[in-house]
């Protein structure tokens, strides 16, 4: 019985045959790699078209918000940066009162509509926050025993008017800063004026999946 030079027999294989293969593998390879890159692209341009129609959509609600305060924002009653409403401290309560003036009062009755209408079309959630300045409270002051406390009463308030004129409760909470975060250097009485404050702003949602953890 013959034996098979196996050298001979892998000298037989034709080259261009293992060379077919492999170039057939390669060309397999590149195309899984196109398909790949190509889906990849696409998926790009999805989610980066969706977050510009998410951000436009966004900057449409605000220039609708704004033109709706147009009236205390002509006025000066009000400032409006990046979406955050500021209101004077000295418009809304007497110094070291958390009692809204009712001037105050009416401007936050006047508030609360365009701020549902705001929130009805976006996932966010109101922050009305209190600020003071760096003075601390009177020593013959017995119902704030500092400006943590005075900030936070204020802040409950507007947060409370917020809501008797209609706006869900849900949708809004009260934060405090006290002197933290002043807007100017508390170095004269108009900065301090200034820096004795509240804010109204849009945050955005917590998912509830987030909230459990």
Known sequence: MAEYDYDEVAQDTPVWAVFGDLMAALVGIFVLLLVWTLGLQVELSRSLEDEVALREAEQQRRMELEQALSDPL??????LQDG????SGQLLFELNSAALQAEGEALIASLAAPLARYLSQSDHLLMVSGFT???PVHADNQVFADNWELSAQRALTVTRAL???GLSRELVFASAFAEQQPIAPNTSADNRARNRRVEIAPVPRTP???QSQ
């Open 74 to 79: 002509t006025s000066n009653r009000i400032t």
């Open 84 to 87: 955050r409403i500021g209101i």
């Open 133 to 135: 300045d760096d003075l």
């Open 163 to 165: 809501v008797e004129a």
């Open 208 to 210: 509830r999946g987030e």
